[in-house]
């Protein structure tokens, strides 16, 4: 079974790039989403250190994928913005951060991003030294 991005019914994107473009802001698919507006829907952000698990995690938890077919997807480079409509009750969007985003760097609006955001999910690998993943959540 693939999972290409058509898998993923549609709602799945990769948006911006860096630096000053980094996909936080509204884009076509969200302004032709007549069912809800982005700013009505609830926004879960998922962040922590480079190779966590993040998308592994999105990818298992959301889209039925195998935790093993997970260990060939490619490093996230990109915020990738994820809608989830399983039914009428359960809608929200998942954006998926990469690792490297530099978040005191000045041209990141802070206030865009963690403004309408329902919920902050930090990951730490278990395998890895979580003493960096803490410095950086701290931070």
């Known amino acids: 079974m693939s999972y290409d991005e058509e898998d993923f019914g549609g709602g799945y994107s990769v948006v911006g790039s860096f630096p000053k473009d980094f996909g936080y802001g509204p884009d076509d698919s969200e302004a032709d989403n007549a069912t809800a507006s982005p700013d009505s829907k609830p926004r879960i952000l998922l962040m922590g250190l480079r190779r966590s698990g993040k998308s592994s995690i999105q990818k298992v938890v959301f889209h039925k994928m195998s935790?093993?077919?997970t260990l060939f997807l490619e490093s996230t480079?990109?915020?990738?913005?994820?809608?989830?409509?399983?039914?009428?009750?359960?809608?929200?969007?998942?954006?998926?951060?990469?690792?490297?985003?530099?978040?005191?760097?000045?041209?990141?609006?802070?206030?865009?991003?963690?403004?309408?955001?329902?919920?902050?999910?930090?990951?730490?690998?278990?395998?890895?030294?979580?003493?960096?993943?803490?410095?950086?959540?701290?931070?």
């Open 77 to 139: 480079n990109k915020i990738v913005k994820d809608d989830i409509n399983n039914s009428s009750f359960v809608q929200f969007q998942i954006w998926d951060f990469p690792g490297q985003i530099d978040f005191f760097d000045p041209t990141f609006d802070s206030e865009m991003i963690f403004g309408g955001c329902g919920a902050l999910i930090f990951v730490i690998d278990a395998q890895d030294d979580y003493v960096d993943a803490l410095a950086r959540l701290h931070m």
């Open 67 to 69: 935790p093993n077919e």
